[in-house]
């Protein structure tokens, strides 16, 4: 082989292995240019305004709405050109905070006024976060939003203050006045009551007494007739003392409030039977009188309501005096359960153990907290989910705490949905108002806040259960009446003996909650549970009957109580929502004529629990892999009803649901 042939053939293999790369080079540059063009109308579509910016401080990048915002091009905003449109007085202290974060890798939010294309300076909420692959920086991505309009409204209600004083002002004198003349009503009739009937009374009483006396000899059966009536005179006028005592507490007048409050308790302890304690700390004295009424005239509300109600034998009752004014507190051992005498035991981070404990029990999920993602704010955790066999399932953030730029409420958000498409992953988080606690406390939460924990978590595990091709028919992508199914069947598990005695342990003792809180916690679930479902049921009635008119003309008011009527709507309960107030009914079509889808989950959750209690534990394997399997992880991707029949072997009925309201259970079928 010549010296030409050996040139042509290494030639030959120099352009075959630069075609080779070129090919390889386009396939991946057209796979960037895809994926560019996806993120271009991902943040496009955002309702934000968006940035990017390199290792080198300048901006790479601006979304379509940023440039309509300025009403500049790219290139005249990219580099440091954005800064043109920043207020003069903004612009150092905009600088500084941006290079500070920067070079520190952190992320940060400030505020600062930015130029509009019709040259008028808008108030912009700015955030960014550095952005990192595989522990490499490679700059930061921010969004903004216009907030003037909300400043506008704190800076008007701010000036206006002093007015909403004076009107304050006014009120409260205006009240004083209604309150001395109804005082002044009644202490005239406790006179009336005290110098009329009361002496009268008395009087007769001792006429009798006498009476009694002089009959001495007369027939036993007259005697004791005298004599009943002598006992019954006497009570007659200690009860009508006792209400010119309530009509007017002159005792306030001598005493003051503390000491009047004392004789009261004492007077209802041997009239009743029921013994109520009294502790004041630092009660201010003196209080103006028409504080002192009131607070007054609140207690002996209060006691006549554990004598009547509650069935307790003791009563407490404390009035404690603070830098924002006085509270009063009136509690009782009875029936009646107060929610503040759990919270002690529940711990915010307890929960969201107790959470994950609960996701591990029943899909087989582990949690384990990382760092070096993107956040929001440094308050933000967050945790990779896997499977029993170790493989990746999704991420979850937690972003717990209040916030002044946060809306109120807890949710849950999907950031990328699950799909095979591409093989992505979820990536979910569940987002509260908690308010942060000192420094090494354990923040509390009271029941409620419990529950929705659970709630929310509930919608998160849908999201990261889905095993779905299309990411349209993925997680919580499903009907209305259906969303709300896992969530509310999460919360079945909170109140579960294996989580409480695991996770709710009291911050200071290290103690399970006793069983006795349990069985009150149990009770309440059915407390006025008959007015809730009649309110909640005649509103989705009503909601049904208005979509089923047609095109027929209608009278809010009289089709309303003529409907009422014709369902026999218990005259002491209204509907929830009143017709010209009820927004589900004409505010889209989400929830046209499907107000009962609230009802209807509930039907299902309760159904579906009770799988997991007739297979004999609430943590049952087979039956949460059946969960699992038919509906958590298929979406919408099977027809909702199918798939409950997939793990319920049959249609939801409604028994549990009647049971857990506290209504007699049927074997009817539920039909939607």
């Known amino acids: 082989m010549n010296e030409i042939t050996v040139l042509v053939l290494l030639l030959g293999s120099i352009i075959l292995a630069c075609t080779f790369y070129r090919a390889k080079l386009k396939r991946s540059e057209a796979k960037n240019w895809a994926l560019q063009q996806r993120f271009d109308v991902l943040a496009d579509s955002a309702p934000v305004l968006v940035w990017i910016a390199g290792t080198d401080k300048l901006c790479t990048y601006f979304n ?193 409030l503390v000491h009047a409050i004392d004789s009261e308790c004492f007077t209802f302890t041997q009239t009743t039977g029921i013994a109520v304690s009294f502790s004041p700390h630092n009660v201010p004295t003196p209080l103006p009188k028409e504080t002192a009424l009131c607070i007054y ?180 992508s499903v009907a209305t009446d259906y969303v709300e199914f896992p969530s509310q069947l999460n919360e079945n598990w909170l109140p579960t003996t294996e989580v409480l005695s695991r996770f709710a342990l009291h911050y200071q003792t290290n103690q399970p909650m006793p069983k006795e809180l349990l069985d009150k916690i149990e009770k309440s679930r059915q407390f006025n549970q008959g007015f809730e479902v009649v309110e909640y049921l005649s509103a989705a009635l009503v909601d049904m009957k208005l979509h089923l008119a047609g095109d027929a003309k209608i009278d809010p008011d009289a089709f309303e109580r003529d409907t009422l009527k014709e369902l026999g709507m218990p005259e002491e309960i209204v509907m929830r929502h009143r017709t010209p107030q009820f927004a589900h009914i004409f505010s889209g079509d989400q929830y046209s004529a499907g107000y009962y889808s609230y009802l209807w989950s509930e039907v299902i959750d309760y159904d579906a629990f009770d799988a997991f209690l007739e297979a004999g534990s609430p943590y049952d394997k087979a039956t949460a892999k059946r969960l699992q399997e038919t509906i958590m992880s298929v979406g919408n991707s099977i027809d909702p009803a199918q798939a409950y029949r997939n793990f319920r072997g049959r249609d939801p009925k409604i028994d549990a649901y009647l049971r857990a309201k506290g209504f007699p259970a049927t074997t009817a079928t539920a039909k939607n």
């Open 64 to 256: 379509k709405r940023w440039l309509d915002f300025t009403g500049r091009t790219l290139e005249q905003e990219i580099g440091n050109g954005w800064a043109e449109g920043v207020h003069p007085e903004d612009y150092q202290r905009c600088l500084d905070t941006y290079v500070s974060a920067f070079d520190r890798r952190v992320p940060f939010e400030m505020e600062y006024r930015l130029r509009r294309a019709d040259g008028q300076y808008r108030t912009i909420y700015d955030t960014g976060s550095a952005i990192l692959t595989n522990g490499t920086f490679l700059g930061y991505i921010g969004s903004c939003i216009d907030i003037t309009d909300r400043k506008e409204m704190e800076d008007a209600l701010r000036k206006s203050e002093g007015e909403l004083r004076w009107s304050q002002n006014d009120l409260q004198k205006l009240a004083s006045r209604l309150i001395t003349a109804q005082e002044e009503q009644m202490r005239q009739l406790a006179r009336d009551l005290h110098d009329d009937l009361s002496q009268k009374l008395a009087v007769l009483a001792i006429d009798t007494g006498i009476l009694e006396q002089k009959c001495v000899t007369s027939p036993p059966d007259v005697h004791r007739k005298l004599v009943e009536i002598k006992k019954k005179l006497i009570k007659v006028s200690e009860d009508v003392h006792s209400l010119s005592r309530q009509l007017h507490p002159s005792i306030i007048d001598d005493l003051g």
């Open 297 to 476: 005239r609140v207690i002996q509300e209060s006691l006549r309501n554990v004598a009547k109600h509650s069935k307790a034998h003791e009563a407490q009752i404390s009035l404690i005096g603070g830098p924002e004014g006085l509270h009063l507190a009136v509690r009782d051992s009875g029936i009646g359960f107060d929610m503040n005498e759990v919270k002690p035991y529940l711990q915010l981070d307890k929960m969201r153990e107790a959470m994950f404990w609960v996701a591990g029990q029943l899909y087989g999920f582990q949690f384990k907290e990382i760092h070096g993602v993107p956040i929001a704010v440094p308050e933000i955790r967050v945790w990779e989910i896997t499977n029993e066999k170790g493989t990746h399932v999704g991420l979850w953030y937690f972003d717990p705490y209040a916030r002044s730029t946060k809306r109120s409420g807890a949710w849950m958000n999907e950031y990328r949905t699950q799909q095979r498409l591409e093989n992505l992953t979820p990536i979910v988080s569940n987002n509260t108002n908690f308010v942060p606690g000192k420094t090494g406390e354990p923040i509390l939460i009271s029941w409620t806040d419990a529950v929705t924990m659970f709630h929310e978590f509930g919608h998160a595990l849908h999201g990261l259960n889905s095993n779905v091709t299309y990411p349209s028919l993925a997680g919580t």
